[in-house]
């Protein structure tokens, strides 16, 4: 699967953990200025304190970025799950006349009728899409251009001695 997302949620940790020791550091900064015997220079606790604040807003928004990063990743692998759990039910099998589709597996057919799906959607938007129709031609149900044949029936000859 494509690694990206989990690079990108790493790197989103990393920098929640960078943030997180530098409002560590910026708090020890302020406790040593409030140190015993010491009178705090006011200006420069304010700017501390200042500084904090927004080190810590900036390690919460990217901990909820993080957060819903997580989320996002979860679903995806589990939808990745599902979509190769469902895609191993069929089998990539050639018609009569030479073109190629996904057709369900018996054994794996749970109830279902056996069906043929559309192998473009299946490969390109790992979509499950059935082929529908009986004729010599079938049709992709999500998409109208992905059409499939099945069979080449001879078209019915005009009896034509029936006619004077
Ligand atoms: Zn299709």
Redesign the pocket.
Known sequence: MDLTPINEVLGLASSAVGLTGKATSTIAAIKGLFEAGKTPDNSEASKLLNDLATELTMANMTNVQLSQALKTLSREMLRQDEFEREKARYALTQTREGDVVFKLKEDMANGQPVHFI?????NR?H?I?F?QGNGDYRR????N??VFQFTDTPLPQSSGSDFY
């Open positions: 559309c192998p473009v959607c299946l938007d979509l899409s082929l992709c149900q999500t998409n251009n992905h």
